[in-house]
């Protein structure tokens, strides 16, 4: 029963570091996918004076996906009534040029601020329009909620691993008789910590087990599916091989580690 | 006759200023009944660990079948352990494996096939007379079981020495007889070399022995 206690207290040690991860990582992609779906419905507006290629404003931002040229004949047909149509073709023909920017990426305040600067290098534009008002308030708001889970996350870890620390103790404690004994019948250090990197690998997959069930089940969950639809994004929250694999790969090494680090710190009884 | 121990002015302590022994200068013949006895307090124990490299000498030479303990690297250790047997006075059983497994231990450590471990494991116990306890755990044993399974371990592997730390101390007459009729055995019948730190060396022994008296970190073969 003490010894399924001390099993236990690492397995939740190594769980709980898991799950932070894995909720670090949903977050990080609920972000990016939101970040995306931002980006489809952001774009710049520019004012030019001369018909501009979209190989031309490529060349001065890279960051351009698409450039659309707006038709101005909506806010012409207004003033239809009112002017000639002398005067109207004149009109259109003096009036400056506007072009709707897509970008490939959501940008930064700082990055908006330089691809308008880039923009403005160009002679025959005139205006840049990057609605930084409202694309800096919700992109602040992104990167602080992304910070609050970070710092929440690095919380967590430094908790477990403490919790960690104090089970190698107790490992330790529990192990080091049965080493020593070892030892003073020529046993190899291999063969003397055999036991326990086997216990310690044990509890890694159990603790990496427990996080795929876990997390399956909340990828399969109804409620979590409503609410990315409700904000309007698709993420996989639990890839089951390659989350699973990282989940593994993090709680087998931070095992062995734990296993090498009493080893390491092994000291035979005189 | 090969000498199994040679000690040179060896001088043994725990920490500087406290030497135990002091410039001890002694051999042991190899296949030899060696006892050693001396007062509480006199060093046997710590000459006993020095010898099987528990305790490094802090000046002289001490070599154990072959091997110079003085600076010792862990390798060479290991090599020398793997063919002693000791015998703790306090037993120093693994307390989360069975007996069977205790005693399998040395064999485990010197590569034995699993056949034949258990065929050695099975008659060790049928001879310390515990083949009925064989699953059970060290402290469902008394002390002197406990004491029977240690020796049934340190002969597991045919060792070349056997090295014995108050073998009998606290046991009832039944077990001590038991256990001496064992070393005996040993050093008659496979010329083991039997070195035994006792307070009181036993009337009824049939082999030839040599005795050792320790005092005032001295050491000087008793005639």
Request: net charge positive; aromatic share 8%.
């Amino acid at each position: 029963m003490k010894s399924f206690r001390n099993h236990l207290s690492l397995i939740i040690a190594l769980v709980s570091i898991l799950f932070s991860i894995q909720i670090f990582n949903i977050v990080d992609r609920s972000i990016n996918a939101y970040k995306e779906k931002l980006t489809k419905n952001y774009s710049l507006v520019i004012v030019s004076q001369n018909k501009l290629l979209p190989k031309e404003l490529k060349a001065q931002v890279p960051n351009i996906a698409d450039v659309i040229e707006l038709s101005p004949e909506h806010v012409i047909k207004k003033l239809n009534t009112k002017i000639s149509k002398n005067n109207m073709e004149l009109l259109k023909a003096t009036l400056p040029r506007f072009y709707k920017l897509k970008l490939s990426k959501y940008p930064s305040p700082q990055e908006i601020e330089k691809i308008r600067k880039q923009l403005l290098k160009i002679k025959s534009i005139t205006k840049v329009e990057s609605f930084s008002a409202t694309h800096d308030t919700i992109y602040n708001l992104l990167l602080l909620f992304k910070t609050v889970i970070s710092v929440l996350a690095f919380a967590i870890l430094i908790v477990t691993v403490l919790l960690i620390f104090k089970e190698l103790r107790i490992w330790q404690f529990k192990h080091n008789e049965r080493m020593s004994i070892m030892s003073l019948f020529g046993a190899p250090t291999w063969l003397r910590s055999a036991v326990l990197f086997r216990l310690a690998i044990v509890d890694a997959l159990i603790a990496s087990a427990i996080t795929f069930v876990m997390f399956s089940y909340i990828a399969s969950s109804s409620w979590v599916h409503e609410q990315l639809q409700t904000i309007g994004i698709e993420i996989v929250v639990f890839d089951k091989v390659d989350d699973f694999l990282s989940a593994l790969a993090i709680s087998v090494l931070l095992s062995i580690f734990l296993a090498a680090f009493i080893v390491l710190g092994h000291k035979e009884e005189v | 006759m090969d000498k199994v121990i040679i000690a040179k002015n060896l001088s043994l302590a725990y920490s500087n200023d406290d030497t135990i022994i002091n410039k001890a200068n002694f051999s042991i013949d190899t296949g030899s009944f060696v006892f050693i006895t001396g007062a509480s307090g006199s060093g046997k124990s710590t000459l006993l660990k020095s010898l099987y490299g528990a305790l490094k000498p802090i000046e002289g030479s001490l070599v154990v079948g072959g091997v110079e303990l003085k600076g010792v690297s862990t390798k060479k250790l290991n090599f020398l352990r793997k063919h002693l047997g000791i015998v703790f006075q306090d037993y120093k059983l693994v307390k989360e494996w069975t007996i069977e497994k205790n005693i399998m231990l040395p064999l485990i450590i010197n590569g034995y096939e699993k056949s034949v471990t258990q065929n050695q494991v099975d008659s060790l116990l049928k001879h310390v007379r515990l083949q009925h306890q064989a699953g059970k755990y060290p402290q469902e044993l008394s002390g002197g079981e406990q004491q029977r399974v240690a020796m049934a371990r340190a002969l597991a592997h045919n060792p070349t020495i056997i090295l014995a730390d108050e073998p009998t101390g606290n046991l009832d007459d039944y077990s001590s007889q038991l256990i001496w009729n064992l070393l005996e055995g040993a050093n008659e019948q496979l010329g083991t070399t039997i070195i035994v730190v006792t307070h009181h060396i036993p009337e009824t022994m049939k082999v030839e022995y040599k005795h050792y008296h320790i005092e005032f970190g001295d050491i000087r073969e008793v005639i």
